[in-house]
């Protein structure tokens, strides 16, 4: 298998249950944040975003919350399902016009059948 | 979206050889990105590659070791010179679409390994 997540912290759910993911982000300036989610032997894949004049943003079983105070980003997956197994990447832009992201060292999610 | 796709998908090679990655998209692109992936490890940035100009790279990536070309909106390559054990990794592309913030699409990858 590929070596992705191999060394990441790891959270193991139990299916069906509900995941946090957490992240901490080291840049004040930055206005936009990603999560990605990265399967085995493919690229990440863009889960959702939030802006950073919002606290919290909801998608199809994900919900995404910011806190600025403390510069914190988490990940909440509602009725976690095998399929949700992967590796979650937090990603930042630091509001230049660079479109560049600094990607977070990322959390390897194992959901238990 | 896009679909991007990246040859080789993977490779070993011996060190002190080069080896060329392309990425293509189907549609035309505002931004192109390449990113490095160590064992275990998260996603670092190591240029943009910019269209019909010299790539910007970031700290700690060179030209002479990673060279990048850009000759148009939809292709690119990287180019890893004179390779070591080190550079042992996952190279990604990534693409920012016209009308987009900041999302990236990615693709899916070129896992190399060198001994």
């Known amino acids: 298998g590929e070596s992705v997540g191999l060394h990441l912290p790891t959270l193991s759910v139990q299916e069906g249950d509900n995941s946090i993911i957490n992240c901490a982000y080291s840049?004040?300036?930055?206005?936009?944040f990603i999560w990605y989610k990265q399967e085995s032997g493919k690229g990440p894949q863009f889960i959702i975003d939030?802006?950073?004049?919002?606290d919290k943003r909801q998608g199809q079983r994900v919900t995404v919350l910011l806190n600025k105070t403390v510069k914190h980003l988490s990940l909440q997956i509602a009725a976690t399902q095998p399929g949700d197994s992967a590796v979650y990447f937090c990603?930042?832009?630091?509001?230049?016009?660079?479109?560049?992201?600094?990607f977070g060292s990322g959390t390897r999610l194992l959901v238990r059948p | 979206s896009a679909v991007i796709s990246q040859k080789p998908s993977r490779d070993i090679c011996q060190r002190g050889t080069s080896l060329t990655i392309q990425c293509q998209v189907d549609?035309?692109?505002?931004?192109m990105f390449w990113y490095r992936q160590q064992p275990g490890q998260s996603l670092t940035l190591i240029a943009t590659a910019n269209q019909g100009s010299e790539a910007t790279y970031e700290s700690g990536f060179v030209i002479d070791k990673f060279p990048i070309s850009r000759p148009n909106l939809t292709f690119s390559t990287l180019t890893v010179s004179n390779m070591s054990p080190e550079d042992s990794s996952i190279y990604l592309c990534?693409?920012?679409?016209?009308?987009?913030?900041?999302?990236?699409?990615f693709g899916p990858g070129t896992r190399l390994t060198v001994t």
């Open positions: 840049n004040s300036a930055s206005d936009y």
């Open positions: 549609s035309q692109v505002t931004m």
């Open positions: 990534s693409v920012v679409l016209p009308g987009q913030t900041y999302e990236q699409y």
């Open positions: 990603a930042e832009n630091i509001g230049d016009s660079s479109y560049k992201l600094i």
């Open positions: 939030i802006r950073s004049n919002m």
